[in-house]
C-alpha cells in the first residue's frame, strides 16, 4: 500500500466513521444505524481485493471498537470487518462487477460483520440482548447498508479507482 493510497483510505473511513456515530444516530431504526465503514471496505475490496480489504478492515474496525459511544469489548468489530474485506475481496470478480452483485456482496458482508460482532458479543458475555433481538438487529443492519449501497459504494469505489486505475479489476 503506497502512502498516497493508505492516507486516502484512512481519510475515508474516519469520513464515514464521523458520519456513523455524529448523524446516523438520529436517523436510527431500533437503535440500529447503518455500518458506513463496512460499506468503505467492502467497497475498497471489490476494487483493490481481499489483501487491501482486510487491513482497511481492520484498521477501520479498530477506530470503530473506540469511537464514542463504543460500549463493547474492544476488537469485536475490527475482527468482524477483517472478515467482511476477506468476504468481499473473494467475492470480487475479474471484470467490472454489475449492480446486482455489489448489492448481493453488501447484503453478504453486511450479514456476516454483523452476524460475527453479535456472536462474539455473546460469546464474551458483552452484550445483555437475547439471540431473538440479535437476529432482528441483524436483519435492520442488512435492510440499512443495502439502502444505503446505490449511494456510497459509487463514491468508495471511484476514489479507489482514482488511486490506480491500471490495477483495478485485475489480480
Known amino acids: 500500500m503506497n502512502t498516497v493510497r493508505g492516507l486516502v ?3 475515508a473511513v474516519t469520513l464515514a466513521l464521523i458520519l456513523q456515530v455524529t ?9 440500529v444505524v447503518p455500518n458506513l465503514c463496512l460499506l468503505v471496505v467492502v467497497g475498497s475490496a ?6 487491501f480489504a482486510m ?4 484498521g477501520a474496525g479498530v477506530l470503530l471498537d473506540l469511537a464514542p459511544p463504543a460500549d463493547h469489548i474492544a476488537g469485536r468489530w ?10 468481499a475481496g473473494r467475492m ?4 467490472r462487477p454489475t449492480a446486482s452483485t455489489v448489492v448481493a456482496t453488501v447484503a453478504a458482508c453486511s450479514f456476516v460483520g454483523t452476524s460475527v460482532f ?3 458479543g455473546l460469546v464474551l458475555r458483552d452484550t445483555s440482548a437475547g439471540v431473538g ?10 435492510v440499512w447498508d443495502v439502502l444505503l449501497t446505490p449511494l456510497v459504494l459509487p463514491l468508495v469505489t471511484a476514489l479507489f479507482h482514482r488511486l490506480e486505475p491500471d490495477r483495478a479489476y485485475a489480480r
Open 46 to 51: 471489490l476494487v483493490r481485493g481481499t489483501q
Open 78 to 87: 475490527a475482527l468482524a470487518l477483517v472478515l467482511v474485506g476477506y468476504v
Open 55 to 58: 487491513l482497511l478492515g481492520f
Open 133 to 142: 433481538e440479535l437476529l432482528g438487529v441483524i436483519g435492520i443492519a442488512v
Open 23 to 31: 448523524l446516523f444516530p438520529h436517523l436510527a431504526w431500533a437503535g
Open 118 to 120: 453479535a456472536i462474539s
Open 9 to 11: 483510505a484512512f481519510g
Open 92 to 95: 470480487r470478480p475479474d471484470v
